[in-house]
């Protein structure tokens, strides 16, 4: 008995996560996202752990948020968010410590807020997954997950080129409306929740032809999402950022009249990552830019 008590493994629960454990859970976040990146070549996309604490102490005291954790033995040892803001649900970060790493966290972490989904209606869920990883790719898959788009990571100078027609400045609450009719024209759904946070931020900005709304970007940066009438409109944002927050924006792939005009315009890919989905999806029509949530 005593052989086998010091062979098992302490039990996992999952509990939803407080501001508290923030600190906690921000630490691991840095280290997981450190070791999986630096392990295939790859600089990492948290350069530090004051960066991830302040993002999980963010999203978990928001409302717009259901986040949990993961405890072996009493210890925390993972987390993992659903961004709620929208009728489609966005994943992330999910994170385990990787010192116990293969224990089953990561699996009861995503099955916990693919529950949380489907309980509350969720038309369908999204995420963005490390292209580079494959174990990630494999768990993702097995829980029903579809690939749907290959992505660049891209970083560089800031463009700051004219674009004919367009004109691109910072956006109000009362821009939401016409925000929200682009992403469902590109889209069939909106993201308006995302975006009011992001024009309190002052981070939103609009692209105008006319006086007329043809696109929008939360941010142009990692955690920042566009939506766009046309290639011109969202080439007129992105070239109008002072800077591309966090690793860079993440350009789909498919859209290869964009991706030759990033790099031709100076910017580099840092790394690929693939956009995969369960449930509604409906094919994009325009142009568009994820975060790193979907």
Not at 141 to 149: H, I, N, S, T
Not at 183 to 190: A, K, L, T
Not at 248 to 267: A, E, H, K, M, Y
Request: charged content about 20%; some cysteine; overall charge negative.
């Amino acid at each position: 008995m005593t052989i086998m008590s010091q062979c098992m493994k302490p039990e996992l629960v999952i509990r939803q996560a407080q501001p508290a454990d923030a600190e906690i859970c921000g630490r691991i976040c840095f280290e997981a996202f450190h070791k999986i990146n630096t392990d295939h070549g790859f600089p990492p996309d948290v350069p530090a752990p004051e960066m991830s604490i302040r993002l999980l102490t963010m999203m978990f005291s928001h409302p717009g948020f259901y986040c949990v954790l993961a405890e072996s033995g009493g210890q925390i040892v993972g987390s993992n968010c659903l961004d709620e803001r929208s009728i489609i649900a966005g994943v992330g970060p999910i994170t385990v410590d990787p010192t116990t790493q293969n224990s089953g966290a990561g699996r009861m972490l995503m099955e916990a807020v693919l529950d949380r989904a489907r309980e509350h209606g969720a038309a369908g869920v999204r995420l963005v997954q490390a292209a580079f990883h494959g174990r990630s790719l494999s768990l993702y898959a097995k829980l029903g997950f579809d690939v749907r788009e290959v992505l660049a990571v891209m970083q560089g100078p800031a463009i700051k080129k004219p674009v004919e027609g367009c004109s691109v400045r910072r956006a109000t609450l009362s821009d939401v409306a016409q925000c929200n009719r682009v992403s469902m024209r590109v889209h069939g759904h909106d993201r308006g929740r995302e975006l009011e946070d992001a024009i309190g931020q002052g981070s939103a900005v609009v692209v105008e032809r006319g006086e007329r709304i043809t696109g929008y970007a939360t941010a142009l940066a990692f955690y920042g999402h566009a939506a766009a009438e046309s290639d011109s409109d969202l080439r007129a944002l992105i070239a109008s950022a002072e800077s591309f927050g966090g690793p860079g924006i993440l350009v789909p792939l498919r859209n290869t009249d964009l991706f030759r005009w990033c790099l031709d315009s100076g910017l580099r890919v840092v790394e690929p990552m693939t956009l995969m989905t369960t449930g509604l999806y409906n094919e994009p029509d325009g142009a568009w830019l994820p975060s790193i949530l979907f």
